[in-house]
């Protein structure tokens, strides 16, 4: 039956670094893709079997059996707004990519004519993760609107089997539930990325198999746009709060570091508690009380001695 059927044309709407990553899966499933944009795309759409327009007008007049919008986060209400419904056909189709979910939703129910069928989805994939294939890869949905036994039904159905022919992992979920996941674990993810790119990490000699992941992870998340993380940021509620649970957090740390170093130099300042140079009545009491990570410092006599053998060299 599947054969049988016309591809669907697909209308990308926003033809960044996203948009394009996408269309190839689409064409790749055998679909007509579409695309309109705010920049020129037109010798790159040439080059790649798209109808490229910026005039929405145009694109509109191929009747497209779903939008898909591929803009960023920040621009999207205004791009949404922007797009001459009247000119659609009735079972027209609306999905989005954004990295959001709850936003998206709202905003389709608030402009969309009623007759327009919504399904939100997230690609948990981008074209870094997803450079080798969608097998295996989280692609997280949820169909809003969809008008059931109709035409749109089935549309929906093909544009969400794209996905699943390319080996993802369909999840559905809804979109506060998404938003809820998203900012615990994507949004830290980036923020954690930023953080350390702010730190102009290296790749050294002696490389760990951990530091090795946090140069990736460097990596892919700069190579995303600052306005997909402030989009991240600003439209997910739940965002704000894992800012704060991360600033809690790493505080925690640094308190935990400076109050045990604090507890053993007042020991030794003021209780004048001997530290043994070769840690061992230090190692003993650590044994005898159960302490897991022993920690020893020199005595103040051995550092001074250190120091005078430097000078005599
Ligand atoms: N990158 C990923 O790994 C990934 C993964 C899953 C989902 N997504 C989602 O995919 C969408 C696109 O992401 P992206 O990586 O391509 O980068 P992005 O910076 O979030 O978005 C770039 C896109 O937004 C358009 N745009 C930006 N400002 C605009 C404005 N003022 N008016 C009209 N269009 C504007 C750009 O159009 P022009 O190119 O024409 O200027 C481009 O198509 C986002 O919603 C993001 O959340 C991204």
């Known amino acids: 039956m599947e054969g049988e059927e016309p591809p669907l044309k697909i209308a990308i709407i926003g033809f960044g670094n996203f948009g394009k990553f996408i269309a190839k899966g689409l064409q790749r499933q055998g679909h007509v893709v579409l695309a309109t944009s705010r920049s ?3 010798t790159y759409c040439r080059e790649h079997r798209i109808q490229f327009s910026r005039s929405m007008d145009a694109i509109c007049e191929e009747k497209p059996d779903v939008w898909l919008i591929c803009s960023s986060i920040l621009s999207t209400e205004n791009v949404v707004r922007s797009i001459p419904f009247h000119k659609l056909k009735p079972n027209t189709i609306f999905a989005d990519v954004l990295s959001v979910k709850q936003f998206p939703r709202n905003l389709f129910l608030d402009v969309l004519p009623p007759e327009f069928g919504i399904v939100c989805t997230h690609p948990m994939f981008g074209p870094e993760s997803g450079k080798d294939g969608w097998a295996g890869l989280p692609f997280v949905f949820e169909p809003v609107r969809i008008a059931h036994g109709s035409l749109q039904a089935r549309n929906c159905q093909r544009f969400l089997s794209i996905f699943e022919h390319e080996g993802c992992r369909m999840v559905q979920m809804s979109c506060e539930e998404h938003d809820r996941h998203a900012a615990g674990s994507q949004f830290i993810t980036h923020t954690i990325g930023r953080i350390l790119s702010q730190l102009k990490l290296e790749s050294t000699p ?14 892919n998340t700069v190579s995303d746009s600052f306005d997909l993380y402030y989009g991240l940021f600003v439209y997910n509620v739940n965002a704000k709060e894992q800012i704060e649970n991360l600033e809690r957090a790493f505080d925690s740390v640094k308190q935990k570091l400076f109050g045990r170093l604090h507890e053993l130099l007042i020991k030794q300042m003021v209780e004048r508690v001997p530290l043994a140079v070769d840690g061992s009545s230090e190692r003993r009491r650590m044994e005898d009380s159960k302490v897991s990570a022993p920690y020893f ?13 430097r000078r005599a060299r």
């Open 40 to 42: 020129d795309y037109t």
């Open 297 to 309: 410092l020199p005595r103040a006599e051995a550092m001074m001695d250190l120091s005078s053998l």
């Open 206 to 219: 002696i490389n760990t198999k951990g530091y090795e992941t946090l140069l990736k992870l460097t990596e």
